[in-house]
């Protein structure tokens, strides 16, 4: 059975945090043993040195510490004087090496010690190994007198023996929470995740893209995972619905030619009819079917462009001399006795694709003769303001009212029955497509009964 995610952190944390308590303890054990030991050096020395202090020759004796008769007058030892304190064992010794004062619980085996001032000495007994540290005392009357300390190696080993326990007992409990609390950071951490899984499920089981995984606020990486799904999810979502009404409007769009072909087709078929009722049904077929091969033509560059499918080539261009040349090419058709002008800045460069500017242009002039007055006027004027570049497209037809403005870009709009003329219904759609491909924008500001104005900015 797979472990999961959340199990494995937690396993891989706990084995690299037993590691690393373990190497700790090794390198506490070994500190801990070098600076115990120096701590007992430390408490032997500083502790004959004071008990050293504590010993004076005096002529005669007194109540101030205890008096011992040493060469015709005494040895007073001050109650400063510790014989045993921090587990250091202190006496006072002759030039015989004979006790004069103090603890001496192994004199018996350290007769042959010599007393050396200065430094410490280890001595290996038959009940254990020991310290020394002795301290040749000099002044008037004490010539031949030494204080000698002397502590057990088990003091070092009794303190080292209470960390070992005390490590025991603490760091397997430190383990314990350690590993607990990175169990529910893990599953913390993982809740992204677990969020992205449960929102995919439900996506596959419904059979929706409406679903998000709407995370709370956060900077990490998985919140932007997370948000980055929500941002793809929106995406598939109006992909999904525009290819949903895509597919709509063309099947509504074929629906009337296809409904007319075989209409006419049915017609030629089953009644007797002359050779010039032959012709009106073959080029009413002829019409339906150069509009439909014109509206999946439309279709399909529409696709194209909308879904970045094909490679489009930038390049530096001359945008005065393209738009001139568009407007020259469509003011000789003279449709329906409209009038175009047309108020072009020279030299005004540009990068982009020449063949989808140019229908772009083709398409908004067109859509001026379209619905266009008839006998009326277009104006085209192009300037350059800085690094902006403005083409706007001016006709005095039968305008747009201000409820139907945002929808004209719409694949297949038609505001009405009096802009249902001839036409795919894709024209300003694909104009819009080729204006974000150029990283600019197509508005437009119309009332009705007084013509439109469309402004190709970018």
């Known amino acids: 059975m797979a472990l999961k995610v959340r199990t494995k952190i937690t396993l891989w944390y706990s084995v690299i945090l037993v590691l690393i308590m373990a ?24 502790t004959v040195a004071e008990n050293s202090g504590a010993v004076t020759y005096r002529l005669q004796s007194s109540d101030d510490g205890v008096s011992i008769a040493y060469n015709g007058a005494y040895i007073v030892i001050d109650d400063d ?3 045993l304190y921090r587990g250091v064992y202190t006496a006072l010794y002759n030039s015989s090496g004979n006790l004069i004062y103090g603890e001496d619980f192994i004199s018996a085996q350290l007769e042959t010690i010599e007393p050396v001032t200065g430094r410490v000495q280890t001595v290996q007994t038959s009940s254990g190994t020991y310290y020394i540290f002795d301290n040749i005392l000099t002044g008037t009357g004490l010539d031949g007198l030494w204080v000698r300390g002397i502590v057990s190696e088990s003091q070092k080993n009794d303190s080292l023996s ?3 326990r005390l490590s025991i007992l603490v760091m397997p409990w430190i383990v314990l929470l350690a590993v607990a609390g990175g169990y529910f950071i893990a599953g913390r951490m993982l809740d992204p995740i677990n969020k992205i899984r449960e929102t995919a499920d439900e996506i596959s089981s419904e059979g929706t893209l409406s679903r998000r995984i709407n995370l709370e606020s956060g900077n990490d990486e998985l919140h932007l995972l997370a948000d980055t799904f929500d941002m793809m999810l929106d995406k598939l979502e109006k992909m999904f619905e525009s290819e949903k009404q895509f597919t709509s409007d063309a099947s509504h769009e074929l629906r009337t030619p296809v409904a007319v072909i075989m209409a006419q087709c049915e017609y030629a078929l089953g009644e007797s009819c002359s050779r010039e009722e032959y012709m009106e049904t073959l080029e009413t077929i002829q019409r339906q079917g150069k509009k439909m091969s014109d509206i999946i033509s439309d279709m399909l560059e529409f696709t194209r462009i909308e879904q970045k499918t094909t490679d489009v080539s930038m390049a530096d261009l001359d945008f005065s001399k393209l738009v001139a040349e568009t407007c020259d090419e469509m003011a000789a058709i003279g449709e329906r006795g409209i009038t175009l002008t047309a108020d072009i800045e020279p030299g005004i460069a540009a990068v982009g694709n020449a063949g989808l500017l140019n229908r772009l242009v083709s398409n ?10 008839e006998g009326g006027h277009i104006d085209v004027k192009l300037r350059r303001d800085g690094e902006k570049i403005s083409l706007t497209v001016a006709d005095d037809g039968v305008g747009i009212s201000a409820d139907k403005l945002d929808k004209i870009f719409n694949r297949f709009y038609r505001a009405d029955a009096s802009r249902s003329r001839a036409g795919t219904g894709l024209g300003l759609a694909i104009a819009r497509e080729i204006a974000h491909l150029h990283g600019g924008e197509i508005t437009v500001s119309s009332a009705e009964g007084e013509g439109s104005i469309f402004i190709f900015e970018f």
């Open 23 to 46: 190497v700790l303890f090794l390198v506490t054990m070994y500190i801990s043993d070098s600076v115990i030991l120096n701590n007992v050096m430390d408490a032997l020395i500083e």
């Open 81 to 83: 004087f510790r014989s």
């Open 162 to 164: 209470f960390i070992v």
């Open 364 to 373: 908004l002039v067109s859509n001026a003769y379209k619905y266009g007055r």
